[in-house]
């Protein structure tokens, strides 16, 4: 069975993003017993260059765990070299066979020339890297069950590369007619795994709030915006945080019964599995909300 049959069977249709700020080891693990008991199929962490290294975070969450698949969205190629992200991903994946995902992004120049490094065409760099990676597979232990690798992609060219070089793609924070278009660029055989929001609001204005506070749309260089510009959205529409018309396509807001309706579109738009994250102060607040919508998602 390859990596993306492996990844459809035991991912499920339905995970969770938890994407909070530094916290103690022991409300990581309390928290993913929670979404692993509620009954989702996943769980996503992230990584910026420094502070929660995401392959360390993955070995604590799958300690405190059973049985849930976790995965890297994303591993940050700019923080280690190709050789390492191989090797750690190996690792992961032999001690916890069918239990790991690796996402693999390129993050933006403004972070990576922060970090003291150069920054350099996102695509080539991306490619290169995967060079390193397939070149240092012999020297890495060889998992009982295949691990899916997924690149970060929101154009057309990265979805190309996560077509010809990975088993799918791991796009996130993007509207419905984005998730089709993924689809439809990597073919049935790649893996399609779509990070997506829910805000439970139901007011116009709170909600749109909440998902401006993000600064999605505000990061210079932010490939969101070069994504949303070949949907059709225009500079004005783009402007100042997003008009509500992008923010009500990019956020999906509302009652219980609303934000599934969305996530649902975008399983009918062709994903295999959505990673839903919420936005909460702490991981707590942030598995109380995921436990308050699981009877809907799930």
Known sequence: MTAVDEARKRLGRIGV???TPIAPAGEWRRAARRVEE???????????IGGR?????LSVLAAATERIV???AVANLWARHPATMQGAASVLADAYPGRFALGVGV???????????KWTSPLDRTREYFDGMDAAVDAAPVPEVPFPR?????GPKMQGLARDRADGAL????????TRTARERLGPDKLLVVGQSAILATDPE????IARRTQLLEMPGSPYLRSLRSLGYDDAALAAGGSDEVIDACFNWGDETAIRTRIQEHLDAGADHVSVMVFAPDLASSADQLDHLAPALL
Do not use: K
Not at 43 to 48: L, P, S
Not at 107 to 117: F, P, T
Not at 150 to 154: D, E, G, R
Not at 206 to 209: D, E, K, L, T
């Open 17 to 19: 993003g938890l994407m």
């Open 38 to 48: 509620m009954g989702y199929g996943s769980i996503w962490v992230n990584e910026a």
């Open 53 to 57: 290294e995401v392959f360390t975070q």
């Open 70 to 72: 976790l995965g890297s």
């Open 107 to 117: 993050s933006m120049g403004m972070l990576v020339e922060q970090s003291g490094q």
């Open 150 to 154: 997924l690149l970060a992609a929101l």
């Open 171 to 178: 796009p996130a924070m993007m509207p419905v007619e984005h």
């Open 206 to 209: 709170q909600a749109r709030g």
